[in-house]
């Protein structure tokens, strides 16, 4: 019980600071919006064709995006000390690590809600699968890339080139999600191909990393 | 030990030598590659080392882990195997890569399809060089840790690798992935490809103790510097 009220007093403590600045949502919206105009330039978008790509290119955009925002998420915690202030506590760990990947799960979810619409405007989408089943595939998807993002983000808040090192070791890790992702994104669109597989995937990934990110966090925090 | 390394690598040369006289002039030519087929019995040894190696990175990993709090000394060795066994690892796995495109381009008519195995072996390939990039670019009191963390993601990741990319790939048949060799073994070829197998094991095993012990020596250079350095202040206080 303890843990559940710790995990969302960081939650708590975590929406209210970017209510209070909004730099995170703002720079992820911009950025995911930038990544949907430059791919309109490498093939025509309206195209029929374009159903087949859109899965993957929506994926890019919100990895991308992620990325930028997840940079920035442990970084508040250093002004002031605080994460030190955290390592001393005797709260759990892993409440803390929960509560951050929580609101940041919560923030690429609104960048999600506002590019959805864009996409089908710009990209001129109608699905042809089973469209509900995107309110299946998004969230685990998202959860899948935060609670990595989130983990490798707290992993190399102290290294040299903090922000580069972020990709370089979320990316190959969360291959097999992505790929998930993508394919069922895509088979969801197209309406060829059954998402089904994929979706059990998401699913067995986002419980196995979930468990490993809460086990090995407190190990993370603590490397000194 | 000096003596016995010496030892060792002088076997291991002549194993090597006695695979290379089997692999290139005693072993039949195959009867639809030709001879391209010999590039076999280096591309496969090097292809199973590269998977052999992790295994011993995630020992050195979970080793350093369950150690560093109760016996940091000990805890240190087991990092130093960890490192070594990742950077064989890594020339491995190149080799491997590298010998299947150039087995590739003249058996298939392409340097790299993504096949199955092919891309699971990329993706093996990929995770140990962000292993090594979170090693050089982490600070030094913290890199054993980080990388041991990430040596454990990168060992739950690859079993889910491997199944997702089998998904992906069974929905579409890949179009040029024959049997290949794994159909089966002429007797002839075997002798030439066990030789090989034995001598770039012990090629491998000879590397990973050289690179260990390379390491252990960094380390303990490193904590005269910082034991000296302690001593100078304790002095000048007194």
Redesign the interface.
């Known amino acids: 019980m303890n843990f559940f009220w710790t995990t969302l007093h960081h939650l708590r403590k975590d929406l209210k600071l970017e209510w209070r600045s909004r730099d995170a949502v703002n720079a992820m919206l911009f950025f995911a919006l930038l990544v949907v105009v430059i791919f309109s330039f490498a093939f025509d978008p309206t195209a029929a064709v374009s159903r087949q790509i859109a899965g993957g290119i929506l994926w890019v955009a919100l990895v991308f995006a992620a990325v930028t925002a997840l940079n920035q998420a442990w970084a508040r915690e250093l002004h002031n000390q605080v994460l030190d202030a955290q390592r001393m506590s005797p709260s759990p760990a892993a409440a803390l690590f929960l509560g951050k990947v929580l609101a940041n799960f919560l923030f690429v979810t609104f960048i999600e809600i506002v590019l959805a619409p864009l996409f089908i405007i710009f990209y001129n989408l109608h699905v042809l699968g089973n469209g509900w089943l995107l309110l299946l595939v998004l969230p685990l998807g998202t959860w899948a890339l935060v609670v990595n993002g989130t983990f490798f983000a707290a992993?190399?808040l102290?290294?040299?080139?903090r922000e580069?090192?972020l990709p370089?070791?979320l990316f190959?890790?969360s291959?097999?999600a992505l790929?998930?992702m993508v394919?069922a994104t895509t088979a969801i669109l197209t309406g060829e191909?059954d998402p089904g597989?994929?979706i059990q995937?998401l699913a067995?990934?986002d419980i196995?990393?979930t468990t490993?990110g809460l086990l090995?966090f407190e190990?993370?925090l603590h490397?000194? | 030990m000096k003596k016995f390394l010496w030892l060792w690598l002088i076997a291991t040369l002549t194993v090597l030598a006695w695979g290379f006289h089997l692999a290139i002039f005693v072993a039949p030519t195959e009867a639809t590659m030709g001879n391209i087929q010999r590039i076999f019995y280096y591309h496969v040894p090097s292809a199973i080392m590269g998977m052999v190696f992790p295994y011993v990175n995630l020992i050195g990993s979970l080793g350093y882990l369950y150690l560093r709090r109760n016996n940091p000394l000990r805890a240190l060795a087991m990092d130093a195997l960890a490192l070594a066994a990742a950077e064989v690892t890594l020339v491995f796995v190149s080799i491997g890569l590298v010998t299947g495109m150039l087995w590739a381009k003249p058996a298939w008519g392409i340097w790299w399809t993504w096949d199955e195995r092919l891309t699971t072996y990329l993706l093996l390939w990929l995770l140990y060089v962000s292993y090594m990039l979170v090693r050089r670019f982490s600070s030094t009191g913290q890199t054993y840790t980080l990388a041991a963390v990430i040596s454990i993601f990168a060992g739950i990741d690859v079993p889910i690798v491997y199944m997702s990319i089998r998904w992906w790939r069974t929905q579409h048949p890949s179009p040029v992935f024959f049997g290949g060799p794994d159909a089966g073994l002429d007797p002839s070829m075997v002798p030439a490809f066990v030789w090989n197998i034995l001598g770039w094991t012990m090629w491998g095993v000879f590397i990973l103790v050289l690179r260990y012990g390379l390491e252990r020596r960094r380390q303990q250079v490193q904590q005269q510097i910082a034991n000296s350095a302690l001593d100078a202040g304790l002095e000048g206080n007194a």
């Not at chain 1, 102290?158 to 080139?161: A, I, Q």
Request: proline residues 6%.
């Open positions: 992993l190399g102290r290294t040299r080139n580069l090192l370089l070791v190959p890790i291959l097999p790929l998930a394919q191909a597989l994929w995937m067995g990934y196995i990393f490993v090995l190990v993370v490397a000194e």
